[in-house]
T-cell receptor
Framework: GAVVSQHPSRVICKSGTSVKIECRSL??????MFWYRQFPKQSLMLMAT?????????EQGVEKDKFLINHASLTLSTLTVASAHPEDSSFYIC???????????FGPGTRLTVT | EDQVTQSPEALRLQEGESSSLNCSYTVSGLRGLFWYRQDPGKGPEFLFTLYSAGEEKEKERLKATLTKKESFLHITAPKPEDSATYLC??????????FGTGTSLTVIP
C-alpha cells in the first residue's frame, strides 16, 4: 500500500520550454502533497506543500511563478517548471500523505535535464 | 532553530559487521521521527516512524530507536543489498518536516 507514482521519470528539454511533472497517489487519497528538489549527494529540499483544492504554500526562495503547482484532486498533483533553464536541472521528487498519518510516501522521482 | 543532523556521512561495513547510524534532532515539539532508505536515482522508501522516546521498531536487519534527542538505526549483520543512503526526518507540532543529509552506507561482500 501507499504507492506514489511520478511521470515522466526522465525528461530532457531545451532552455525556455516548460515541463510538467505529474505525481499520483495510486492506492490512497492524498490530502497533502509535497514537492522536493534534490541535488547530487545532498538531502531533500522542500519546495512547496499543497493541499487538495487549495493554493500551494511555497518555501522561502522558491519562485511560485516559475514552479507552478496544482493539486486538483486527491490523487493528482502537478509541478510545471515554466521557461526552464539549465540551472533548473535537478531531481524532483514528490511525496504524499493522507490526513490520518504523519508519514510521507515518496514517488520515484523525475530527473530533469535542461540543455 | 529546528534541525536534523545525521552521522556519519558515509559508512563502509564488511558484510555481517553490525553498526549504528545516528540522527540527532532539535525540533519544537516532536510529532514524529521518520527513517527512509534511498537508492541512487530513486525516491526515498519509507522504513519507520517513531513517536516517543523509548520506542523501538524493527524490520528484518534494521532496528530504529528513539530518545529525546536522537534516533539510531541499528543494522545487524548487514548484507550488500542494504547498501543505500539512509535519511531521517523529524516533524514538529507545526507539521514542518526537517530532513537530515543522510548516511551513505556501503556493505562490502
Amino acid at each position: 500500500g501507499a504507492v506514489v507514482s511520478q511521470h515522466p521519470s526522465r525528461v530532457i528539454c531545451k532552455s525556455g520550454t516548460s515541463v510538467k511533472i505529474e505525481c499520483r497517489s495510486l492506492d490512497f487519497q492524498a490530502t497533502t502533497m509535497f514537492w522536493y528538489r534534490q541535488f547530487p549527494k545532498q538531502s531533500l529540499m522542500l519546495m512547496a506543500t499543497s493541499n487538495e483544492g487549495s493554493k500551494a504554500t511555497y518555501e522561502q526562495g522558491v519562485e511560485k511563478d516559475k514552479f507552478l503547482i496544482n493539486h486538483a484532486s486527491l490523487t493528482l498533483s502537478t509541478l510545471t517548471v515554466a521557461s526552464a533553464h539549465p540551472e533548473d536541472s535537478s531531481f524532483y521528487i514528490c511525496s504524499a500523505r493522507w490526513t490520518a498519518t504523519y508519514e510521507q510516501y515518496f514517488g520515484p522521482g523525475t530527473r530533469l535535464t535542461v540543455t | 532553530e529546528d534541525q536534523v543532523t545525521q552521522s556519519p556521512e558515509a559508512l563502509r561495513l564488511q558484510e555481517g559487521e553490525s553498526s549504528s547510524l545516528n540522527c540527532s534532532y532539535t525540533v519544537s515539539g516532536l510529532r514524529g521521527l521518520f527513517w527512509y532508505r534511498q537508492d541512487p536515482g530513486k525516491g526515498p522508501e519509507f522504513l519507520f516512524t517513531l513517536y516517543s522516546a523509548g520506542e523501538e521498531k524493527e524490520k528484518e536487519r534494521l532496528k530504529a530507536t528513539l530518545t529525546k534527542k536522537e534516533s539510531f538505526l541499528h543494522i545487524t549483520a548487514p548484507k550488500p543489498e542494504d547498501s543505500a543512503t539512509y535519511l531521517c526526518a523529524a516533524q514538529n507540532t507545526g507539521n514542518q518536516f526537517y530532513f537530515g543529509t543522510g548516511t551513505s552506507l556501503t556493505v562490502i561482500p
